[in-house]
């Protein structure tokens, strides 16, 4: 009866919401859901997937946090029965692989999409009830289920007219049946009033702690606040937080493409070691990885760089350079990854973790246009990186290796 009484009023606000709608979907426990994804047994079980280097969890199935695990635990400090969950080393690879899928299905329903995050997106639905003849509630789920047949990961969507009332929909969503929370003119005040300061999106410990010496407790409290006084406590930015809470669409969707500062590519060994060639070997990996990514960007990188984090005292050594032409192909990143190696690289160290950064992106348009650039030579890279990733795509992954050791480990990354 709750959960019917939750449509109805959903229905009834979606009359009432301004002319900008905005929905946040957040995949629920994205990692798990994605290891789930890949191997159905582990559904309706409790799973927790380990980050690659201190082995704790970052991220928990509905089932293990019933067995009390926090995030963030690590497996060390895991009682028997926290035990009971299957803990899985995590593969971002995969995640990110189908966080694309996730985010084709949203750009296949909306003209503009914002990805937020790789679990998270604003989709811009303003108009789009009317294309689809639904109102926005049931849009709403009309998205939730596409993702779940197509990609079969399930997602919560928060629904409302700013960026910050959607994200605050989106969280109260994951607690409600049905995976959908809508927040209109009729209902903002209401929630406002349930929403304590530090549910806020953009609400820091510092800010959370600034609001509390100044006796503001919820969210209602702080829009109360006039503009004058949000700017000598909180600057521009408690002013923008203000108007949004209030629905007021400050931050519209920017749809506009930026390309990361950085990629980087990193594991931990399944062992510990100083063996020259098993290091090789993951720095290979890593570089393909890296280097299929840059190609799916449509970018290259002038700034290379090699990591090696030490077993005894975990220190990191870390060696870049920056060249003269920018890159996106293995055979020549690894040239000079291997020649950075060298410096850093001590037979008498064991090593537990490797990686490789990749920096200072240019778009293979904007490269393309120098004068002096050896386009034959470029042409020809190209066609033979496109292959790799056809064969790839179609035969799996690391179906040609280039310049691999032969028994090469596919350790999971980080």
């Given amino acids: ?40 047994e582990l559904k309706g079980k409790p799973v927790c997937v380990l980050s690659g280097h201190g082995q704790c969890v970052i991220s928990r199935s509905r089932e293990a946090k019933a067995l009390g695990i926090p995030m963030g635990i690590p497996t060390f400090k895991m009682t028997k029965e926290m035990k009971k969950a299957t803990l899985i080393t995590a593969s971002h690879d995969l995640y990110y ?20 995050s790789i679990d998270e997106a604003f ?38 007219t700013s960026k910050t009332l959607a994200k605050l929909a989106s969280d109260k969503a994951k607690n409600i049946e049905g995976g959908v929370f809508m927040v209109g003119t009729k209902k903002t005040i209401p929630v406002l009033k349930k929403t304590s300061v530090d549910e806020i999106w953009g609400i820091g410990k510092n800010l959370s702690l600034k609001c509390r010496q100044n006796a503001i407790l919820t969210a209602y409290e702080l829009v109360q606040k ?36 950085s990629i980087q590519k990193t594991s931990a060994f399944g062992i510990f070691t100083s063996d020259l060639d098993f290091i090789k070997n993951q720095l290979n990996y890593h570089i393909h990885s890296a280097c299929k990514k840059l190609r799916k960007l449509n970018l290259k990188c002038q700034v290379i760089g090699v990591m090696l984090r030490t077993k005894v005292d975990f220190h990191v050594y870390y060696e870049k350079i920056k060249i003269p032409h920018s890159t996106c192909y293995e055979w020549e990143i690894s040239d000079i990854v291997f020649k950075l190696l060298e410096k850093i690289y001590n037979p008498n160290i064991i090593y537990k973790s490797s990686g490789v950064v990749l920096e200072d992106f240019m778009s293979t348009e904007e490269e393309q246009m120098f004068l002096f650039s050896n386009n034959e030579e470029n042409e020809k890279s190209d066609k033979l ?25 596919n350790e999971k990354e980080q």
């Fill in 123 to 160: 989709v811009e639905l303003t108009g789009l009830s009317r294309l689809y003849k639904r109102n926005y509630y049931e849009l709403a789920q009309m998205i939730r289920q596409e993702i779940l047949e197509k990609v079969d990961i399930p997602v919560s969507i928060g629904v409302s």
């Fill in 97 to 116: 692989e189908i966080s694309e899928e996730v985010m084709d299905v949203l750009k296949n329903i909306s003209p503009k999409v914002e990805v937020y």
């Fill in 1 to 40: 009866m709750e959960y019917e009484l939750e449509i109805f009023n959903n229905a009834i606000d979606n009359v009432d919401m301004a002319k900008n709608i905005i929905a946040l979907v957040d995949c629920d426990s994205f990692f798990v859901s994605c290891e789930q994804k890949v191997n159905p």
């Fill in 226 to 261: 006039d503009d004058k006084w949000l700017d000598k406590q909180f600057g521009i930015r408690g002013i923008e937080m203000k108007h949004e809470l209030l629905g007021e669409q400050i931050s519209p969707i920017d749809d506009t493409f930026k390309p990361p500062k």
């Fill in 385 to 409: 990186a496109k292959c790799l990733d056809k064969l790839e795509s179609k035969f799996g992954k690391n179906i040609v290796k280039t310049g691999f050791v032969d028994n090469l480990k």
